[in-house]
């Protein structure tokens, strides 16, 4: 089944406290992006990666990491968490064309206390 | 200007009527627009994908893009209680797939 896989779904941590959530795609798809969603703002872009080795900022990028070692593989890191960074997290996949559907993973909502 | 502006609040609509809602974008060099569902809690799902002017039909669901005003729209015929979702607007420019806040429509039986 064609999908995009994050871990965990849902995630209560401190302050400060190094974290990664992980986000797998099967479809072979070069384009990988991660936002953050919250009440009123909507999605907003986090960061986001055309290939292999290529990423790029987002809207709201501070505060996190992403690498792109594979390209199945599309991680976000958060060196150390704060409150502010509380929020419903997802992560999408598409093919290199950008007028082509992006799937979304299932969502990760993560809490910091 | 916010990149992609969902400016209508909650919409109610009657079992079987229209529900209507609009989109308007900054960036003019944008290729590519899509409505996204998305039930609470779960994550959005591609309803409609549009890429020139004029309209374009896929069952219940009518998107129009008018890129001289910038501007898409979609229109849901003969609503039903399952179309209650929060719709968002997305629009692909510059390799960025930016959306909306949104527009929740509430199908009243």
């Known amino acids: 089944e064609a999908q995009v896989t994050q871990n965990p779904r849902y995630l209560i941590t401190v302050t400060g406290k190094k974290l990664t959530v992980t986000c797998s795609q099967n479809?072979?798809?070069?384009?990988m992006s991660w936002y953050r969603q919250d009440p009123g703002l909507g999605l907003r872009q986090i960061y986001y990666s055309m290939n292999v080795e290529v990423t790029d900022k987002g809207d709201v990028p501070e505060g996190y990491k992403v690498s792109r070692k594979e390209k199945r593989n599309f991680p976000l890191i958060l060196e150390s968490p704060s409150p502010n960074q509380t929020s419903l997290y997802f992560c999408a996949s598409r093919p290199g064309n950008p007028n082509t559907e992006a799937f979304f993973g299932q969502g990760t909502r993560l809490t910091v206390v | 200007q916010k990149e992609v502006e969902q400016n209508s609040g909650p919409l109610s609509v009657p079992e079987g009527a229209i529900a209507s809602l609009n989109c308007t974008y900054s960036d003019r060099v944008s290729q590519s627009f899509f409505w996204y569902r998305q039930y609470s809690g779960k994550s959005p799902e591609l309803i409609m994908s549009i890429y020139s002017n004029g309209d374009k039909e896929d069952g219940r669901f009518t998107a129009q893009l008018n890129k001289a005003s910038q501007y898409v729209s979609l229109l849901i015929r003969d609503s039903q209680p399952s179309d209650s979702a929060t719709y968002l607007c997305a629009v692909n420019g510059n390799n960025r797939l930016a959306f909306g806040k949104g527009n929740q429509v509430v199908v009243i039986p």
């Open positions: 479809m072979n798809h070069e384009y």
